[in-house]
T-cell receptor
Framework: DTGVSQDPRHKITKRGQNVTFRCDPISEHNRLYWYRQTLGQGPEFLTYFQNEAQLEKSRLLSDRFSAERPKGSFSTLEIQRTEQGDSAMYLC???????????FGPGTRLTVT | SQKIEQNSEALNIQEGKTATLTCNYTNYSPAYLQWYRQDPGRGPVFLLLIRENEKEKRKERLKVTFDTTLKQSLFHITASQPADSATYLC?????????FGAGTTVTVRA
């Protein structure tokens, strides 16, 4: 399968712990996105990379959230000092330059207890 | 503030009928609009894109219209099948960024 992959698929953590998620985009896609989705809502934009450069970060994203994309390949999203309100599905998407169609991964479901 | 509104109620239709979903927006000037399908527990899957200067696009049994004056898009699934049951998301695009609506859940009864 050459689609977007995410790991882990599910994560349960206690409040206050740090978590890190990984996204492997489609190999020829140089643009990568992170979204957060809660039940009954559409995906909410978190951040955007073009190659290794992080070009935009949502104002809704607190300083506890950080994302990286070293060498413009896979990306990681870290949440520090998790809170119950961070419980959500975290989606990664990628797309090639010249196309607006985004390809989504299966998501990582985070539950903070 | 910017707002994207999709049908507030879920849609239940009989197999073979046409499902029509609406997407209304305010305080946006999108360069394009996309529709995605999302099944439970999965990521969205791209269906169609329509640009601001286009009125209508078709793909197999799907049709989307885009009226920038009314600030509305309509999404039609013709000859619906139970396999079309899913949540459909409208997304407004400007350059690289997408803003999604909350989605409309469609159930097609056999």
């Amino acid at each position: 399968d050459t689609g977007v992959s995410q790991d882990p698929r599910h994560k349960i953590t206690k409040r206050g712990q740090n978590v890190t998620f990984r996204c492997d985009p489609i190999s020829e896609h140089n643009r990568l996105y992170w979204y957060r989705q809660t039940l009954g809502q559409g995906p909410e934009f978190l951040t955007y990379f073009q190659n290794e450069a992080q070009l935009e970060k949502s104002r809704l994203l607190s300083d506890r959230f950080s994302a990286e994309r070293p060498k413009g390949s896979f990306s990681t999203l870290e949440i520090q000092r998790t809170e119950q309100g961070d419980s959500a599905m975290y989606l990664c998407a990628s797309r090639p330059g010249g196309s607006y169609e985004q390809y989504f991964g299966p998501g990582t479901r985070l539950t903070v207890t | 503030s910017q707002k994207i509104e999709q049908n507030s109620e879920a849609l239940n239709i009989q197999e073979g009928k046409t499902a029509t979903l609406t997407c209304n927006y305010t305080n946006y000037s999108p360069a394009y609009l996309q529709w995605y399908r999302q099944d439970p527990g999965r990521g969205p899957v791209f269906l169609l894109l329509i640009r601001e200067n286009e009125k209508e696009k078709r793909k197999e049994r799907l049709k989307v219209t885009f009226d920038t004056t009314l600030k509305q898009s309509l999404f039609h699934i013709t000859a619906s099948q139970p396999a079309d049951s899913a949540t459909y998301l409208c997304a407004l695009g400007s350059d690289y960024k997408l803003s999604f609506g909350a989605g409309t859940t469609v159930t097609v009864r056999a």
